[in-house]
């Protein structure tokens, strides 16, 4: 096959292994489920529903004493633990305590780009929502 000035030459089809010959099956049989179902289809194949972010403020001490596999001391102590940390579980997201932070690059770093990841139809609302 000539292309522009590129030259490729073309396989014998009598000298298809059977790997090829089962990868070639299985890309034409996404074509056509493609445009059966739809080409969206493979991103919502298996996937589990995001919900929504629920952020509420939990009670550490409700938290310990369900844990009914520990005893009561190591409840307890899982309890003393979670106090120390309380911020962490008043149901808001808060903010980043320090104001200043830097962040060291090597010298010979080269910047990366690549394209962003496509969100699944199934997840696009819970992700327009937050």
Known sequence: MHWFENVQSMREPWKLDNSE???MA???DIQQD???IGED???SYLTNTIL????EKVDVHDVATNQKRLTPDQ???LESVLDKDMDLFEGTLGVY???KFSIEIKPD???KHSRPYSVPHVHQLTFKQT
């Open 97 to 99: 305590p320090h104001k």
């Open 21 to 23: 010959y089962n990868d």
């Open 26 to 28: 299985s890309a034409y």
């Open 52 to 55: 929504d972010a629920k952020y």
């Open 41 to 43: 289809w493979l991103d």
């Open 34 to 36: 493609d445009e059966l």
């Open 109 to 111: 770093a080269v910047p």
């Open 75 to 77: 409840q307890h102590e």
